[in-house]
């Protein structure tokens, strides 16, 4: 048996492999030739892969005592760079203001010091050793020298059979699982506890795996409808685009809890791993480790000291605590007005328990965040008690990335503080990189400062980790492209969503917009009729109202301007809804006047008012300009 005296080891990813001990990068086995230090900085990024590296820390490492300045660092990376970035591939991330850090699915191979050992890892390999032998003299030709070219055939043929057995196996293998979604755990009863179990527990389990950088995880705002209906984990799995689905049922009893999982590979149906858990609800948090501990050995993770600690970490000691953080989850991701405040009740239960809760913080900051944003409380009220909320949190836990995002989307919408905002997005990004909701919102604060390329790359980011069956997402691309100008790709965008989702209405509310920006005012008056009657909010009834407006239906925009004012009576109803119709109606004066409202109103809608594209007329008033200044803003 080998000791660890005679291993070395080579790095494999992508097309490149890096041998420490050769000082050789090889790129589509050809190698490719880099300075002495230039092959240090890679060897040391590649070593930390996943891990943050200050610029103090790089230096220090690549140079020791002599003084360099950042620069030499800096042209060291992007020449590296230049040498990943192939098929807009990008090993090497920039951490603003802090460092770099190199992120890629790495194998790392064993090597003897006289012999190639690759691994076997997510492929089957073979093992060759070619030693020199004396050769076999025969007795009639002894003193001769045997055939060279009968001694290279025969090593040729050895080689060639080793590597189709090579290729044979590489070829059969089963592929790599990277991506997976977690459903929630089907009560065997129908005790409303047990639901809110079932989906808190795939909750947490979601969040753990998360955060591990060597698999994407749908997150749970993915699978969440899944805990109310019957659907096959495997078509579940082809609809989520995933390459794994974990499935479960879970029981409570007399004090005792039973989860059955399996985990299935979408592929081909083919069960990878089966477990049975039984525990004392009291010692929950026993349950939650080995399930979170089994399902990453089965997905064969490989975790380092940190993302191990990581999968056993409690965030509360507390049991009912845990249960009443459970349920509040439960009922915020049904996503209803009714369910956040059902789940505020649940998480202020939990936080009585433990009054350092983290994630109950969190959560009860995301319900206020929701209920400002989708009219139900006044910013002025819902914003406040979300970033007390969310203090108190960061305050309990500074690590909870979603902390950091509540705080950054609170910053950016009610506090326009957009530096600040930009600070939190970048934070909770290096904290969870495939947090879809991080990459989600930061996309939205990059559109509403002009920074449109940037904000493209983000949303097809947390495109790819929620699934393309993401629809919100999908709209949200659609007017992304809308409001950078980019009309044809809007539309050919959303006309796609609206067809696969015929009732989703901020669909055909944001395709409508899109046509109104290509002067097609007949259709984009029916498109915005279809919202209307899917959704009679304030959203949809303002823009509404503007292509009323724009079609010369100014009876039926001002009657649209009536019906805003009734609802209002009801419950808030933001002034930019009415400021929108006037803009449609032409009528300037009275359309900075309602933004002057909605300015004081601290609407969160004022923090897109900068590329909303229904606001083009105005854009250039002097009473336009000041808002702009008066938050912050650079004119476009």
Known sequence: METSENQRFIYEFGKFVLDPQEKTLFADGKPVRLPAKEFETLLLLVENNGKALSKEEMLQAVWQDTFVEENNLAKYISRLRKIFDTKGQTYIETLPKHGYRFSAEINQIAQAADETILEKRTIKRLTVRVEEEKPLMLPAEKGKIPNKSIFAAAVLVVLLSALGFWAWTRTNAPSKINSIAVLPLKSLTAEENNKALGLGLADALITKIGSLRAIAVRPTSAVAKYAEIEVDALEIGRKLNVDAVLEGTIQQSEGRIRINTRLLRVENGEQIWAEKFDGEQAKIFDLEDRLSKQAARALSLKLNIQESERLTRHN?????????????????????????????????????????????????????????????????????KAKEAVIKSLKAD?????????????????????????????????????????????????????????????????????????????????????????????????????????????????????????????????????????????????????????????????????????????????????AIVYAGLGEDQETLDWLEKAYHERSDTMAIFNVYPLLDNVRTKPQFVKFQQRAGLIPR
Request: glycine fraction near 6%; charge should be negative; charged fraction near 25%.
């Open 398 to 578: 500074d690590t909870l990335a979603d902390a950091h995002i509540s705080l950054a989307f609170i910053k950016w919408v009610y506090d326009w503080d957009w530096a600040g905002a930009d600070e939190e997005f970048q934070k909770a990004l290096e904290l969870d990189p495939n947090n879809a909701t991080a990459h989600h919102w930061y996309a939205y604060y990059l559109a509403a400062i002009g920074r449109f390329d940037e904000a493209i790359v983000h949303i097809n980011k947390a495109q790819e980790l929620e699934g393309s069956l993401s629809f919100s997402i999908g709209n949200d691309i659609g007017e992304i492209y809308c409001w950078s100008g980019q009309h044809d790709r809007a539309i050919s965008q959303l006309e796609e969503i609206a067809r696969l989702q015929p009732d989703f209405a901020i669909a055909h509310n944001t395709l409508g917009i899109a046509y109104l920006k290509k002067g097609r005012i007949v259709e984009a008056v029916a498109e915005l009729e279809t919202a209307r009657r899917l959704d009679n909010s304030p959203r949809m009834l303002s823009t509404l109202g503007y292509a009323y407006g724009a079609a010369g239906q100014r009876d039926k925009a001002r009657k649209i301007i009536g019906e805003l004012k009734e609802l209002s009576a009801q419950r808030y109803v933001s002034a930019f809804a009415t």
């Open 316 to 384: 509360t000691s507390n049991n009912e605590a845990f249960d009443a953080y459970l349920k509040g989850r439960y009922f915020w991701n049904k996503r209803t007005e009714e369910g956040f405040k059902k789940a505020i009740v649940f998480f202020n239960q939990a936080i009585e328990k433990d009054a350092d809760y983290a994630q109950a913080y969190s959560g009860l900051a995301d319900c206020y965040i929701l209920l400002g944003i989708w009219g139900a409380l006044p910013p002025v009220e819902a914003m406040p």
